[in-house]
């Protein structure tokens, strides 16, 4: 089983999940268990209320689940307060014991059919670290060679046709968790934390799905390199896209199938949904049938997950989204994935 190295993990809070701590004398120096959430049939994530030493953390000694369940391997994240545990198989909607002897807490937990997950970045967020963003900058004269700022604090689209590329590494994160079927997907919402925008006119922002390989850009407002995305290209100066800056393709060729992504184009001419956005200061959500789609694609197959293209549609006025450098995690961008937790079986009654 492949390990996550680049999770930040989170927490999410579900009914079924029931809280009881026995506390003593040598549990006082030591952090608090404050959630253990069930994630899927094999992982379950905790958070502390303070940070560990991952010689304890990592410890499996330090891990018992009763009736009938091993912990496998526990894994202590950058922040040093969330561990993920992986385990034999959990039953849905069975009560299980998590005890922590050395803090002498004791939780019972049960794994509801249902669950989200969110890649970005913040308290509430479940997952990150396989996060990427860049905005392709248009010069206003059109001449002069454009910039790939993946290392700025903002995505920015705009009538020049400035445009924003987002992807979220989902592969080892569904592999660790246990989502390995598509159809285990029931939803999926990105959304965006709107910075600027100078007008309380409704402006429309599109997004269409990627389908060449790309790299975030290393520095700021300045002149791209070779070998990074511009408005004028694709990775090389000599690969120009279709149509500057990578927006409309060839009809047909919209990324629902594998063959779809053969290097020849650059984004898929559908549109996959737009958004309104009607003033700054706020959190957007973008979601619809054919993300959801494109996430599922994108389970069974990862190689294949280049994100979205992000650029205004309708309006005249320049949109400021937060990106994933935002001094603020809680501004970043996130996906967040409704599942089924179970791999097998049939639907869950309450999955629509």
């Known amino acids: 089983m492949k390990v996550y190295s680049g999770i930040v993990f989170g927490w999410l809070i579900f009914p079924s999940l029931l809280f009881c701590y026995i506390s003593g004398a040598n549990a006082a120096e030591l952090p608090k268990l404050l959630k253990a959430t069930p994630l899927s049939e094999t992982a379950i994530q905790l958070q502390f209320d303070g940070q560990l030493e991952a010689e304890i953390a ?9 009736p009938d369940v091993q912990v496998e391997y526990a894994l202590l994240d950058e922040r040093l307060n969330r561990v993920l545990l992986l385990t034999t198989t959990l039953e849905v909607e069975k009560t299980y014991r998590l005890t922590l002897p050395d803090i002498q807490t004791r939780i019972v937990i049960t794994l509801p059919p249902i669950n989200e997950i969110t890649f970005g970045a913040g308290d509430s967020v479940t997952f990150s670290g396989g996060l990427q963003d860049t905005t392709l900058l248009v010069n206003t004269d059109r001449k002069t060679r454009n910039n790939n700022a993946g290392a700025e604090q903002a995505l920015l689209c705009n009538p020049t046709g400035s445009v924003f ?5 989902l592969f080892d994160a569904f592999e660790d968790m246990g989502i390995r079927e598509p159809t285990q997907v029931l939803a999926a919402t990105l959304t965006l934390h709107v910075e ?17 390989p790309w790299r975030e850009g290393r520095g700021t407002s300045t002149r791209a390199e070779d070998n990074e995305l511009t408005y004028n290209s694709a990775l090389h100066r000599n690969l120009p896209w279709n149509k500057r800056p990578a927006q409309a393709m ?21 549109i996959d949904g737009t958004g309104e956005i009607q003033g700054a200061g706020k959190r957007y959500a973008f979601k619809s049938e054919l993300l959801t789609d494109a996430v599922r694609f994108w389970v069974a197959n990862p190689d294949y997950n280049y994100g979205y293209l992000f650029a205004l549609q309708d309006g005249d006025v320049p949109i400021i989204f937060s990106s994933k450098e935002a001094t603020d995690e809680n ?22």
């Open 58 to 66: 990592e410890d499996l000694a330090n891990y018992q689940i009763t």
């Open 165 to 169: 590329f987002i992807a979220f590494d």
């Open 196 to 212: 600027q925008c100078e007008t309380d006119t409704l402006q429309t922002v599109l997004y269409r799905r990627v389908l060449l």
């Open 250 to 270: 060839l009809s047909g060729i919209d990324g629902d199938n594998e063959s779809d992504y053969n290097g020849s184009e650059d984004v898929a001419h559908r």
């Open 331 to 352: 501004l970043r961008p996130t996906l967040t994935i409704r599942y089924q937790t179970l791999v097998k079986g049939e639907p869950a009654k309450n999955s629509k």
